[in-house]
């Protein structure tokens, strides 16, 4: 069965500090990658998507980069982390269902704080 | 225009009654529907998927779909107090088939 696999889970860091969060996915081949933010008030944002190694695809301008170095992992990134960067980051990976829906299943989340 | 709207809540109903969240999205070209549960301090769950017109079961859940009106519901037969949790709407976006999701309904099913 496919599982995917997300960490660190919590982390608190001082403004201006770099960032890396790491995804990966078993029991699947050549998945759609993707990371989302939550934070308060603001509800699931897509940040990142992928199709493939090195294909990302950025879905508003910020402060944060992706990177697919292997086909199973999927890593988010920061040089200096800015306070508006706190928030609930989301790896989730995406499958075609026989009804041919393209359905999502999410990591466990890492909440990031940044003070 | 906002591509998904859904009502923040938080919406009260009564242990047993049925409780019905709603969603409207803007995009016509979507197919796809996507129901998900958020316990707090959790990831989304999905509880359904629809894209055809009209209504899906699978147990004490129904997703109904119009996509003439651009609506999308979840109805929740039963309720129990483990339904209490953000329920978030989602569809696959036409032009470049990327999931897009509302900012959730807070949910409160009363022991």
């Known amino acids: 069965s496919q599982t995917i696999h997300q960490w660190p889970a919590t982390l608190v860091q001082p403004v201006g500090s770099p960032l890396s969060l790491e995804c990966t996915v078993e029991g699947t081949s050549n998945p759609n990658l993707y990371w989302y933010r939550q934070a308060a008030g603001r509800g699931l944002q897509l940040l990142f998507y992928?199709?493939?190694?090195?294909?990302i695809s950025s879905e508003v301008p910020q402060n944060l980069s992706a990177s697919r170095p292997q086909d199973r992992q999927f890593i988010l990134s920061s040089k200096k982390l800015l306070l508006s960067d706190s928030g609930f980051y989301l790896c989730?990976?995406?499958?075609?269902?026989?009804?041919?829906?393209?359905?999502?299943?999410f990591g466990a989340g890492s909440r990031l704080t940044v003070l | 225009q906002k591509e998904v709207e859904q009502n923040s809540g938080p919406l009260s109903v009564p242990e047993g009654a049925i409780a019905s969240l709603n969603c409207t999205y803007s995009?016509?070209?979507?197919?796809?529907f996507f129901w998900y549960r958020q316990y707090s301090g959790k990831s989304p769950e999905l509880i359904m998927f629809i894209y055809s017109n009209g209504d899906k079961e699978d147990g004490r859940f129904t997703a109904q779909l119009n996509k003439a009106s651009q609506y999308v519901s979840l109805l929740i037969r039963d309720s129990q107090p483990s339904d209490s949790a953000t329920y978030l709407c989602a569809f696959l976006r036409g032009r470049d088939d990327k999931i897009i999701f509302g900012k959730g309904t807070r949910l409160h099913i009363l022991p």
């Open positions: 989730a990976w995406s499958t075609i269902r026989a009804s041919g829906a393209n359905v999502l299943t």
């Open positions: 995009d016509r070209g979507s197919q796809s």
């Open positions: 992928s199709v493939g190694i090195g294909q």
